[in-house]
Nanobody, 122 residues
Framework: QVHVLESGGGSVQAGGSLRLSCAASGYTYSGTYMGWFHQAPGKEREVVATIYTRTGGTYYADSVKGRFTISRDNGKNTVYLQMSSLKPEDTGMYYC???????????????WGQGTQVTVSS
């Protein structure tokens, strides 16, 4: 299994930027799919972006295309989410998760971090 720990959340004004980090550990990291998920208050958890650690292949939700970038540093076993042009609707908890195959469904991810809070004010 892969264990994950998120960091980098905070409060920012609309139009600003934040960089989230997800430190991962585990023997399977090199062939793992990592995902960032967003959960707004009172809403379901939804995928933001995914990355395949072996190839760097990425997926983005339509709502964040052109604004967010997911990347990984395999030497550090760390996945990043660079968030730019932030909007108030981006507010909520951001979770990092590890899974065995490509998916945009939270239920397909096995290992989850505790989450980090992002607040975007207008």
């Amino acid at each position: 299994q892969v264990h994950v720990l998120e960091s980098g959340g905070g409060s920012v004004q609309a139009g600003g930027s934040l960089r989230l980090s997800c430190a991962a550990s585990g023997y399977t990291y090199s062939g793992t799919y990592m995902g960032w998920f967003h959960q707004a208050p009172g809403k379901e958890r939804e995928v933001v972006a995914t990355i395949y650690t072996r190839t760097g292949g990425t997926y983005y939700a339509d709502s964040v295309k052109g604004r967010f970038t997911i990347s990984r540093d395999n030497g550090k076993n760390t996945v990043y989410l660079q968030m730019s042009s932030l909007k108030p609707e981006d507010t909520g908890m951001y979770y990092c998760a590890a899974g065995a195959f490509f998916s945009i469904r939270p239920r397909d991810y096995r290992d989850w971090g505790q989450g980090t809070q992002v607040t975007v004010s207008s």
